[in-house]
């Protein structure tokens, strides 16, 4: 296996061990069951006669300034709406899927429902968002960014964004009239609405009172409450006498709590921020090893040669040298030679001529020297 | 290949290239567009509204800027922690570019979001540790900075602060290995952030490993564009490089070529045992099903399959198509996610697309982009190596 | 719109060896184009067997496969091509495959059942071209009511055993052959209702349609006579019965007793009255014409379909059941302004003296054994009932609604015009008389869950302003609205829409 084989194996598992789904919970690892006695409405669509009241009440409590239409305009309700930055309410009339003379169009409100577990204040990396002991899910705009991450996250499709406001854009959705539960008031749907349609109070008394008037009435009702498990549970919860996705409501969102959905991936920072710089030193150490290693065996190597090498030179110069002290000798013989023959030529021709001439000299050649 | 005259004549530089009038022409428009993203709001010149949040400032300069920056860490990685040196000439221009990739990013979400004075918030003001945007955030501000740092060197060689330079090059290691921990986190948070929306995307890209998805083909994405810039660079900047670099350029396309053919094939695998753990086989024969068909063995299995065919047959021009393609495809995966395949359910009415003005800003950021590079490539030894500090790895 | 469209299409093969042949979407015949064209000519398509026509294209028997598709191609085209020479119109020939085989979804047939129902019958009852089978016989029920001998496969007349066609001819899908191996009912009834029909062909006056339309067209339908007195069926049927759950007593005096007090007090019930409300024998005898017990025994068997009596009476669900069909009833629009706001109550907490109200206990047993007897008590006890009627003057005229009057003024609600209307709608009605025993229940559709008195308490003085959560009581915006929105939108008053609020109450 070459190196590079293996280094995209060991990405590739490495990668598969930090995805293990883990089964912690984010933030937490326990799961929240909402406040004790936080609140909750109850919207009860078979009651519903789309009158828009709660929209016009909504508007009025969130100074939302007046509409195109005005609330009275019925006719508005024939265009399918969903809450935006003027309307953090709006009714929805769906007719009938079988149309007979006995089936009448069921209205549906759409507005925050405040998850017990918020997707929005579990996407939030500000905290903008929290959900607070009365059961509201409330926004604080001082601390937004406006990433509208959680416009993204929210599985009802319900925060709206001031697109058009350049400097302080801001989020927009239901408050459950927060300030009013405060001050001991209803939400300003609740108070309006002519039919009680919707119904204020304990969720886990509406809990109980949603399924109440499912046993009194059975044929009336689908027997279920939507939000009671919806996403971990709503603060706002629903009854119907059509099935639920009839009246635009999605009943395929799961009843896992969002933060749950994000827990695994956010289990795997301390893994990796544990076993990242461990492992990555260790391949860094035995990378290093290994070069480590091969540089002292070229090393050895090289010594080896060129050990090699001096020896064969060594040799080399003395063999030269050897033949250069020969020569030298024999240059050396040589030259006592001749001096003595000279010297005797000398003596010679001194003796022979005492007024004669000398000759020159001849410079012996000299060998290379070692240095 | 040698190179003569190494002494750079500064020639009289002719501003007037096609592609300078491009740069401007872009710029000038970019300018206006931000004025008027400024002025009027977010509203004025996207097509973003309430169902669709995030359009492709987000989809393309965020998600594809950070994958496509990922050669940053994976090459630093290859030379200095699995101590493939042969690399090292690449390392540079590679970390550069994820430098600048990121800042770029940044730069960009200073559009996005709403209130752009407020992104340091996450990390000083008030941590929201429960979200997967604020590892996102966290790991990014602290990882550019690590870029910074990494890059610091040739700025300072061109500066010639020998001292800082020295510092700085001693703790290489371990801001490397910083680096890839953090690069980790957050290239696989970005997959990780769609996981809260299980009923807005499609199951066929909806996944508990998106987060493991993301990250590994950050890997192969940026071993690609490490490859496919360094085509770029040689086409347009061949002057600006050394005999080094040069020669060791064919090496570095071979090797990561190589190494993205088999993490591909490996994120080929891992996509499929995802399709097997939700058993979502049957939506393969739908019509989205054509569409994960076309990213899976279009964009994925095919490229891989070139690279793999490139490196066994020494052809580089297989490797610079392959990573051509790659680079395409990341693309491709992360509008699918963030924007094609999100709020798949919703009536077409209702579905986003983005406007002249969208197109107009991410066009300006990007070539704010090359132009820095350029920049710094002509004033910095970047593609070569300051004479003063040869022969120092 | 086409009632007459026939679908051609190769029965579904045994054999997958014939399955080659069917790489054709089905053909839509258009049936009276082709009567029409062949100017009534049955015989042109159909063979005769015993002298009677057989309702199949060119023959007698059932085929499949290749053998079924060969016989249409050939005779279908071949009288296509003699056509030509006759006229100038011609149907398509040998190659022209998608001419007949469109599958042109447009092509549905608009074909509805035809319902032979009390009126119609009354026509055949009454036609002097309906004759019976024996000339001796006074009336003329054996022209089609027949019995069946199953070893001897032959049909007789049994004078007093008439009963409905469905009982043997079943209904089936695709005039499959039913379980019980009696030709489906669409089958007979075509054998006989279009044989007979053909027999007075040309005789407008009496004779019945002989094209598909004729019976099966909606507009064709609504032009059929309808009779509105008619005398009742005669099978022997008492007027009134005696309904006690248990069979004929026996001698043993104690085992008598016992079996009296194990059910509940016998209901009387008023036979010809359900008659008389135009509902078919089929309704509630929906198998054969026998007593109910004669297969719901008390413990439930096969023959049953394992459904005991007492479910058989009251189950809810049940349209042939005596309370699911009232619930059914009270489903009408006069009936629901009131009823749909009320919880159906447990059938432990119903009312049974309603309907269980002759005690039996210290009845003789040879009464009990005698039918005629049972009859006259029955009748005796439906005399008995009484209803109560108010003074409409002591009914306040208008009422004052202004306990929470805040957005808009108090409303005057026009009470006795109101309580007028109901009684109206309600009054003649016999199941509303028959069960409510007087006017003051009526009142209880508003006024509930307090006495049936003519003072009734004011609403307030159980409804506070506030809905109560622990109970599910409206508060008194609630209450109001429910009931008035509420019982508007069921009684379907146009006048008043539930949104329009100035209706009630003007705008402070």
Not at chain 1, 145 to 167: E, K, L, Q, S
Not at chain 3, 216 to 236: G, S
Request: charged share 20%; net charge neutral.
């Amino acid at each position: 296996m070459s190196r590079r084989k293996f280094l995209g194996c060991l990405t590739a598992a490495l990668g598969a061990t930090t995805g293990v789904r883990s089964i912690a919970h984010a933030a937490s690892n326990k799961h929240f069951e909402g406040y004790p006695d936080s609140f909750g409405v109850l919207h009860d669509s078979t009651k519903c006669i789309g009158c828009r009241q709660c929209e016009k009440a909504c508007n009025e409590v969130n100074e939302l300034g007046s509409p195109e239409k005005p609330f009275d305009d019925l006719k508005v309700l024939d265009t399918r709406r969903r809450t935006d930055e003027a309307a953090y309410t709006v009714v929805n009339k769906f007719e009938p899927a079988q149309p007979g003379p006995k089936s009448s169009p069921v209205f549906a409100k759409i507005q925050c429902n405040h998850c017990q577990e918020p997707a929005c204040a579990s996407a939030c990396f500000v905290k903008a968002f929290k959900k607070d002991k009365t059961g509201a899910v409330i926004y604080d705009e001082s601390l937004c960014v406006g990433c509208r991450y959680c416009m993204v996250a929210c599985p009802f499709n319900v925060p709206a964004y001031t697109y058009n406001d350049p400097i302080t854009p801001k989020v927009t959705k239901c408050t459950m009239c927060h300030p009013r539960i405060l001050e001991g008031k209803l939400p300003g749907c609740v108070e309006i609405c002519p039919k009680e349609a919707l119904v204020f109070g304990k969720r886990k008394d509406l809990i109980k009172l949603a399924w109440k008037r499912i046993n009194e009435k059975p044929d009336n009702y689908i027997q279920h409450v939507y939000g009671e498990h919806e996403m971990g549970g709503t603060s706002w919860l629903y009854l119907s006498g059509v099935p639920f996705d009839q009246i635009g409501m999605r009943e395929d969102l799961g009843v896992t709590p969002a933060p749950q959905l994000t827990s695994g991936a956010l289990a795997a920072v301390p893994i990796v921020v544990g076993l990242w710089p461990v492992l990555l030193t260790g391949v860094y150490a035995i990378a290093q090893r290994k070069d480590k290693i091969a540089k002292e065996e070229k090393d050895a190597a090289v010594k080896e040669a060129i050990d090699q090498a001096t020896d064969e030179m060594n040799k080399q110069l003395a063999q030269l040298k050897d033949k250069m002290t020969k020569e030298q000798q024999n240059a050396v013989a040589n030259e006592v030679k001749k001096a003595l023959e000279e010297a005797a030529k000398k003596a010679e021709a001194e003796a022979a001529a005492a007024d004669g001439e000398g000759g020159s000299e001849d410079a012996p050649e000299a060998g290379k020297e070692d240095k | 290949m040698s190179q003569e005259n190494k002494a750079i004549q500064p020639e009289p530089y002719n501003w007037f290239t096609p592609f300078n009038i491009l740069t401007a022409v872009v710029l000038a428009v970019g300018a206006v567009l931000t004025f008027m993203r400024f002025t009027q709001g977010m509203g004025a010149v996207t097509n973003l509204d309430n169902n669709n949040p995030w359009g492709i400032w987000i989809g393309f300069d965020l998600l594809c800027g950070v994958a496509l920056a990922a050669g940053g860490f994976t090459t630093s990685a290859a030379c200095y922690i699995f101590g493939l040196k042969r690399f090292h000439s690449a390392v540079r221009p590679a970390i550069l570019t994820a430098f600048l990739g990121y800042a770029l990013v940044v730069f960009a979400l200073h559009y996005d979001v709403g209130r752009p004075w407020k992104l340091p918030y996450p990390i000083f003001v008030s941590q929201g540790t429960s979200s997967l945007l604020f590892e996102v955030g966290l790991c990014v501000f602290l990882y550019l900075t690590v870029l910074f740092i990494e890059w610091t060197p040739a700025a300072f060689e061109w500066l010639g602060f020998k001292k800082l330079r020295t510092i700085v090059v001693r703790l290489t290691l371990l801001l490397t290995i910083f680096g890839v921990v953090l690069s980790t986190l957050h290239q696989s948070s970005l997959g990780a952030l769609f996981m809260i929306a299980p009923s807005k995307l499609h199951p066929l890209w909806y996944s508990g490993y998106l987060h493991v998805y993301f990250f590994i083909s950050a890997i192969f994405a940026g071993l690609s564009m490490v490859i496919f810039e360094g085509t770029m660079a040689h086409k347009w900047l061949h002057h600006k490089m050394d005999d080094t670099h040069l020669a060791e350029a064919d090496g570095v396309v071979l090797g990561f070529g190589k190494a993205a053919s088999f993490i591909m094939m490996g994120y080929f695998g891992i996509k499929v045992i995802g399709l097997a753990v939700d058993n979502n086989w049957h939506y393969l024969g739908t019509g989205w099903g054509a569409w994960y068909l076309v990213e899976m063995i279009g964009f994925v299995l095919f490229p891989a399959i070139l690279y793999s065919v490139g490196a066994r047959e020494k052809n580089l021009k297989f490797i610079r198509i392959a990573a051509a393609w790659t680079v395409l495809g990341i693309v491709l995966n992360r509008f699918n996610v963030s924007l094609v395949a999100f709020n798949y359910h919703l009536p077409a009415a209702d579905r986003y697309f983005p406007s002249l003005s969208e197109i107009g800003i991410t066009l300006f950021v990007v070539f704010v982009g090359i132009t820095v590079y350029r920049f710094i490539t002509a004033k910095m030894p970047i593609l070569y190596e300051h004479p003063e500090y040869k022969d120092e790895h | 719109m086409r009632p007459d469209i026939l679908v051609i299409d190769i029965p579904p093969v045994e054999n997958p060896d014939d399955a080659d042949v069917k790489d054709m979407p089905p053909v839509f015949f258009k049936h009276d184009l082709h009567s029409r064209a062949l100017e009534g000519q049955c015989s042109k398509c159909h063979e005769a067997k015993e002298g009677k026509i057989v309702f199949k294209f060119k023959r007698t028997s059932t085929l499949s496969g290749k053998a079924y598709m060969d016989l249409y191609h050939e005779n279908c085209v071949a009288c296509h091509a003699e056509m030509k020479g006759e006229s100038g119109k011609q149907g398509p020939l040998e190659a022209q495959c998608r001419t007949c085989h469109t599958a042109d979804p447009g092509a549905a047939s608009s074909r509805v059942k035809i319902k032979f129902d009390r009126s119609l019958h009354y026509t055949h009852e009454t036609a002097k071209a309906v004759k019976p089978a024996d000339k001796d016989q006074r009336a003329n029920c054996s022209a089609c009511h027949h019995s069946a001998n199953m070893k001897a496969k032959t049909t007789f007349y049994e004078k007093g055993k008439e009963s409905a066609c469905v009982y043997c001819h079943k209904e089936t899908a695709d005039d499959q052959m039913p379980e019980n191996g009696v030709r489906p009912a669409r089958q007979a009834a075509h054998d006989s209702c279009v044989v007979c029909h053909l027999s007075m062909a040309g005789d407008a006056e009496k004779g019945g349609p002989v094209e598909c339309a004729g019976c099966h067209d909606a507009e064709n339908q609504k032009k059929i006579k309808q009779h509105t007195a008619m005398p009742r069926l005669d099978r022997n049927q008492p007027d009134q019965a005696l309904m006690t759950g248990f069979k004929d007593l026996g001698q043993d005096e104690a085992a008598n007793k016992k079996m009296v007090a194990a059910h509940m007090d016998a209901v009387p019930f008023n036979h010809k009255l359900h008659e008389e409300k135009g509902i078919s024998c089929k309704t509630c005898h929906h198998d054969t014409l026998n007593e109910c017990a004669s297969c719901h025994t008390a413990k439930g068997d096969a023959q049953g379909g394992y459904i005991k009596l007492a479910d058989a009476m009251h189950n809810s669900g049940s349209a042939q059941s005596c309370i699911g069909c009232h619930n059914e009833i009270k489903t009408a629009k006069e009936c629901a302004g009131c009823h749909a706001q009320m919880p159906e109550k447990d059938f432990k907490d119903q009312d049974c003296a309603a309907c269980h109200s002759v005690d039996v206990k210290s009845t003789p047993a040879e009464t009990l054994n005698d039918t005629h007897a049972k009859a006259r008590l029955a009748k005796d006890a439906l005399a008995a009932k009484t209803y109560t009627k108010v003074n409409l003057e002591d009914i306040p005229e208008t009422v004052e609604i202004k306990t929470i009057a805040e957005e808009y003024k108090p409303s005057s609600f026009p009470h006795r015009a109101v309580v007028e209307a109901i009684f109206k709608q309600v009054g003649d009605n016999a199941m509303g008389k028959s069960f409510h025993k007087s006017d003051l229940t009526m009142c209880a559709g508003c006024h509930h869950n307090s006495p049936a008195t003519m003072t009734p308490p004011q609403c307030a003085s159980c409804h506070s302003k506030e809905p109560d959560i622990a109970t599910g009581k409206p508060g008194l915006k609630g209450a109001y609205h429910g009931q008035c929105i509420t019982c508007h939108q069921k009684m379907e008053v146009k006048s008043v829409l539930p949104t329009d609020c100035t209706k009630c109450h003007e705008k402070k």
